[in-house]
């Protein structure tokens, strides 16, 4: 089944302590994304990535990191979280960036940083 | 600065009845305007999407009507059902493919 697989789906830590959320597509998609949906202020991105080895900012990438060494793999990394980081977070996936590409988005990591 | 601006935040509907979500935009370089539907629990997915040379696109009781002018769009969901209860997405991409959401309408259809 084609999918983008999100894990873990909840998550609760404390500030400062690093964190990994991951993120698999088995679709062999070249585009990868991350966003963050928080109430009144819909999906906002925080990194893309275009290819293997290719990232970049989106919207709001203050406070996170990724890397893309394999295309099927996007893990978001907050290494120091803080309150403001609680949210609930999407992995997507597309053929490429563009309007004949739709998103294809994993299930959400609710993550609380307390 | 949300790009697109989306409206209600949450509308409730009777079952048979016609759910209405508006967006408008600024940025005259938006090419492309998908619409997004998300269950809780899930993400979002693509449900209908038009192109700024359609005034408007129908697919089953979804459809989106669009005002190239006025620089609006919106989502008609016509003959409402309780399955349609989700959270609606519009969104805009522009000539490089970065799209922008807007912050989404919770729809309840009452049976």
């Known amino acids: 089944e084609a999918q983008v697989t999100q894990n873990p789906r909840y998550l609760i830590t404390v500030t400062g302590k690093k964190l990994t959320v991951t993120c698999s597509q088995n679709?062999?998609?070249?585009?990868m994304s991350w966003y963050r949906q928080d109430p009144g202020l819909g999906l906002r991105q925080i990194y893309y990535?275009?290819?293997?080895?290719?990232?970049d900012k989106g919207d709001v990438p203050e406070g996170y990191k990724v890397s893309r060494k394999e295309k099927r793999n996007f893990p978001l990394i907050l290494e120091s979280p803080s309150p403001n980081q609680t949210s609930l977070y999407f992995c997507?996936?597309?053929?490429?960036?563009?309007?004949?590409?739709?998103?294809?988005f994993g299930n959400g990591t609710r993550l609380t940083v307390t | 600065q949300q790009q697109v601006k989306q409206s209600p935040q949450s509308l409730i509907v009777q079952k048979g009845g016609i759910s209405i979500i508006n967006c408008a935009y600024e940025?005259?370089?938006?090419?492309?305007f998908p619409w997004y539907q998300q269950f809780p629990g899930k993400g979002p997915a693509l449900l209908i999407a038009?192109?700024?040379?359609?005034s408007e696109k129908k697919e089953g009781r979804f459809t989106i009507s669009f005002n190239k002018s006025a620089k609006q769009f919106s989502l008609h969901i016509m003959d409402s059902q309780p399955g349609d209860s989700a959270t609606y997405f519009c969104?805009?991409?522009?000539?490089?493919?970065?799209?922008?959401f807007g912050a989404g309408t919770q729809v309840v259809v009452t049976p």
């Open positions: 990535s275009m290819n293997v080895e290719v990232t």
């Open positions: 679709m062999n998609h070249e585009y």
């Open positions: 038009i192109r700024p040379d359609v």
């Open positions: 997507a996936s597309s053929l490429r960036q563009g309007a004949n590409s739709p998103l294809h």
């Open positions: 969104a805009a991409t522009d000539s490089w493919g970065k799209l922008q």
């Open positions: 940025n005259t370089a938006f090419d492309y």
